[in-house]
């Protein structure tokens, strides 16, 4: 049974910082394709950051670009997702994904690792608020 167990979310000012983390389990983690995406109602949920988990690519959306960095600790099969200087609208429910395929895959097919149909497992959530 695969799991995706998102944690560290939580209530922020402006200008704080959060980790995010998604411990994996359940399906061949090595190899695979994680990203964090996040959504609040009425919108989309959007692609946020992906990274490669059997190498060092990492992929990030415009809107969090030298704010939030994501890592990986393979011995734990989690992804992190550092986020800082928090802005008003980085708040939502931030989602972990996990895909077999590569993230290098999914550009090789003229995808994007930051779409969320290229990804066939996810979490359950956990809420951001960022406040000013």
């Known amino acids: 049974q695969v799991q995706l167990v998102e944690s560290g979310g939580g209530s922020v000012q402006a200008g704080g910082s959060l980790r995010l983390s998604c411990a994996a389990s359940?399906?061949?983690?090595?190899?695979?394709?994680v990203g964090w995406f996040r959504q609040v109602p009425g919108k989309e949920r959007e692609g946020v950051a992906a990274?490669?988990?059997?190498?060092?690519?990492?992929y990030y959306a415009d809107s969090v670009m030298g704010r939030f960095t994501i890592s990986q600790d393979n011995a734990k099969n989690t992804v992190y997702l550092q986020m800082n200087t928090l802005k008003l609208e980085d708040t939502g429910m931030y989602y972990c994904?996990?895909?077999?395929?590569?993230?290098?895959?999914?550009?090789?097919?003229?995808?994007?690792?930051?779409?969320?149909?290229?990804?066939?497992?996810w979490g359950q959530g956990t809420q951001v608020t960022v406040s000013s």
């Open positions: 990274i490669n988990t059997g190498g060092f690519r990492k």
């Open positions: 359940g399906y061949g983690y090595s190899g695979s394709c």
């Open positions: 994904a996990a895909d077999q395929a590569s993230c290098v895959d999914k550009y090789r097919r003229g995808s994007s690792a930051l779409s969320l149909r290229e990804y066939k497992y």
